[in-house]
């Protein structure tokens, strides 16, 4: 099993930085899957936790590194399967910042780490050198069956979001106020989001939002014949959602919700060469 | 005393202030004749700070001088004369310090812009004489850089990291991450930093070392010294003697003292760091070479038959004896044998455990004057030493021999 590869490009260096960033934002332990063109971040959290899953892929091609070498546990099974805290790699990746170069690789040390070492400007001919040993558990392969991608969940509505920044400014201030929140939509564009207690109630309207078309797969089919109007919602916990509203650091080009009617939310981040998908399962 | 600071030395004064609340709770002050000081140390004994204002720092400058004058206060009602750095530097314009005896207060009074007064009136302690001896000059190795480069270094380390060790060669420095041995060692991520002497003003080591101190005081040093910007020294030894960061200016003198380990327990992320003191840490080629081959690990992967040829991995490294390396500092003081004899007794009940952390304290010579009249006296002899252990002592008061 190896892996090695080799950053240069300050922008490629900035960009996956702010994708481990908000992973780091969205969860303290996840699985990082490599395979020979893609990289994952996967989490598919516990019932008891609140049951929100994260999957998340950055297309190798597209251009985060230089050099990209891997030798997966076999040949059939071109793959690596690492359990690790992106707390550290973004702590690691954040001291890295101005680096000239920056290199991944996994190392056997006082036990499996991803090893990350920044080659850095100096005073002198000689350049300083950091490296971060980041311990990481190897997930056997028996196990991989469990992190499997998720399938996009036969949904009642599919919306584009707003600006998150927006949308994080509510639900900030509505967090304030209840534990939950309702998200609904409809297939004329329109979004709302509202908490209600015994004391108040409020509820915040999105218009003119755009419903993505799915093409003809199968996912569509329940949307296909409702009635415009007609809202789909989903009551989650107002934490997680805030918490992926706030762990957000890479623009979306393209940002779309589809509820599944009281069952869960699921968001789709687009941009570039990575997505992001998260799922809220909705509370009684 | 009596004396006056004007312009951009109250700021320095309030910087230094500052830096000694991340050492200790209280703030001795003494004004001598060769300029006023302002000590610390902490809790467990392990750090010093002292900061020494020449009287031409002083637009004004008057010790007592009969009786001689020493306090000491908590560093954190200084700290609140000095609360904000940035509205100090826009609004005060000179800051007196007065000693007020009929009240037994000593006053701190800030004149800001536009005629506005800020009077403190802190209470205070009578106090022995806080002091650090060490020696510098016996110190095998020295390096001195520009603030920038060792702020630039720890910066790289988490702020929840305690405890950093230096390793020195001929020609590098290395900067790790020092872990104790314990539950979640394996989940630490473990941080190192090379960098070369040419980055350095002055680079003189004589022998090889390794040494582990604690990360935060030095934070609180480097604070002060990136906004002065004077160059920082470290002097230091074998482990387990005391590393000393200093800064020099026409009139200002700045001395941090930092016990460092007295085992090398060696760290497990470095596996050729041995129980000995080991004059080469690694080489950062481990960088440079850029053979994939070198980078191969093989790994337990269950369902991998072929996955089983992987080495078990290499068996820690055994403790090394806890008394192989300690120095017993002398003691200068006679009042202190109980305190003294306390802390000799708690060690000898850990030395049946591994040999986990142990700081030596740098054992201050403290004693409360019993009038002042007698403060000179104790001046001279209160010292505190640092560094300045013996060998026979060593021996006969070595805990760990059997």
């Known amino acids: ?25 969205l969860t303290k332990t996840c699985t990082l899957r490599l395979t020979t063109d893609n990289l994952f971040f996967m989490l598919s959290d516990k019932v008891a936790n609140g049951g929100v899953s994260m999957w998340c892929e950055l297309s190798q091609q597209g251009n985060f590194f230089d050099e990209f070498q891997l030798e997966g546990v076999s040949a059939e099974a071109n793959e690596i399967y690492l359990e690790l805290q992106p707390e550290n790699l973004s702590r690691a990746l954040r001291t890295a910042q101005n680096a000239k170069s920056l290199k991944i690789k996994l190392t056997k040390k006082h036990c499996p780490c991803l090893t990350l070492a920044a080659e850095l400007p100096s005073l002198s001919s000689v350049s300083r050198v950091v490296t971060h040993d980041i311990p990481v558990d190897v997930i056997p392969r028996r196990l991989w069956q469990d992190f499997k991608e998720p399938i996009v969940p036969d949904f009642d509505v599919s919306i584009y979001l707003p600006p998150l920044k927006t949308m994080k400014n509510v639900v ?43 093409g003809d797969d199968g996912s569509q089919g329940p949307s296909r014949d409702r009635a415009p109007e007609v809202m789909a919602h989903t009551r989650v916990d107002i934490k997680k959602l805030q918490q992926f509203l706030a762990g957000q650091q890479v623009n979306p080009s393209k940002a779309m919700c589809n509820i599944v009617n009281k069952r869960m939310v699921h968001f789709i981040l687009l941009h570039e060469d990575v997505s992001l998908q998260y799922f809220i399962p909705a509370v009684a | ?224 010294a990136e906004a002065s910007g004077l160059p920082v020294s470290l002097y230091f030894d074998e482990p387990g003697r005391p590393v000393v960061l200093s800064l020099t200016d026409s009139v200002l003198e700045v001395s941090f003292v930092l016990a460092t380990l007295s085992e090398e327990s060696p760290p497990l992320n470095h596996s050729n760091s041995s129980a000995e003191r080991k004059p080469n840490p690694p080489p950062p080629d481990d960088f440079l070479n850029d053979d994939i081959d070198s980078y191969l690990i093989a790994m337990e992967t269950s369902e991998l038959a072929g996955g089983s040829d992987c080495p078990p991995p290499p068996p820690p490294p055994p403790p090394c004896d806890p008394g192989v390396s300690r120095h017993r500092p002398r003691e200068g003081e006679e009042e202190e044998g109980e305190q003294e004899e306390e802390e000799e007794e708690g060690e000898e009940t850990e030395t049946g455990r591994p040999p986990n952390k142990k700081f030596r304290s740098l054992l201050f010579g403290s004693v409360l004057p019993t009038s002042s009249q007698a403060a000179n006296q104790t001046l001279r002899n209160q010292e505190v030493l640092a560094s300045d252990s013996e060998e026979e002592e060593e021996e006969e008061e070595d805990p760990a021999s059997p």
């Open chain 1, 1 to 25: 099993m190896r892996f090695r590869a080799k950053m240069v490009d300050v922008g490629c260096l900035n960009n996956f930085t702010r994708v481990v960033n908000t992973i780091s934002k």
């Open chain 1, 172 to 214: 900030d201030r509505m967090k304030n106020l209840s534990q939950h929140l309702v998200l609904e939509a409809n297939l004329n564009g329109e979004m709302n989001l509202k908490i209600e207690t015994d004391l108040v109630s409020v509820s915040t309207h999105f218009k003119d939002l755009g419903n993505p078309s799915w």
């Open chain 2, 1 to 224: 005393m009596d004396c006056m600071v004007t312009g951009g030395n109250v700021k320095v004064l309030a910087k230094a202030v500052h830096s000694l609340s991340r050492i200790g709770e209280e703030m001795y002050l003494e004004p001598q004749e060769d300029g006023l000081t302002l000590r610390t140390v902490n809790s467990s004994r392990s750090a010093y700070a002292c900061f020494l204002f020449s009287p031409l720092f002083f637009q004004k400058y008057a010790p007592c001088r009969n009786p001689v004058f020493r306090c000491k206060m908590t560093v954190k009602s200084v700290q609140a004369v000095f609360r904000s750095l940035s509205s100090l530097e826009k609004t005060v314009e000179r800051c007196h310090i007065e000693l007020n005896r009929e009240k037994c207060r000593l006053t701190f009074t800030l004149h800001c812009k536009h005629g506005l007064l800020k009077t403190h009136n802190l209470s205070f302690q009578d106090s022995e004489s806080l002091q650090a001896v060490f020696d510098t000059d016996s110190c095998a190795n020295v390096l001195r850089a520009q603030p920038r480069l060792l702020v630039d270094t720890v910066l790289h380390f988490p702020p929840s990291l305690e405890e950093v060790s230096v390793s020195v060669s001929a020609e590098r420095v290395w900067f790790r991450s020092h872990v104790e041995e314990g539950a979640d060692q394996s989940r630490a991520m473990l941080t190192e930093l090379c960098l070369s002497a040419q980055e350095f003003e002055h680079f003189a080591v004589s022998h090889p070392t390794h040494i582990t101190f604690c990360l935060k005081e030095m934070r609180g040093l480097l604070m002060f």
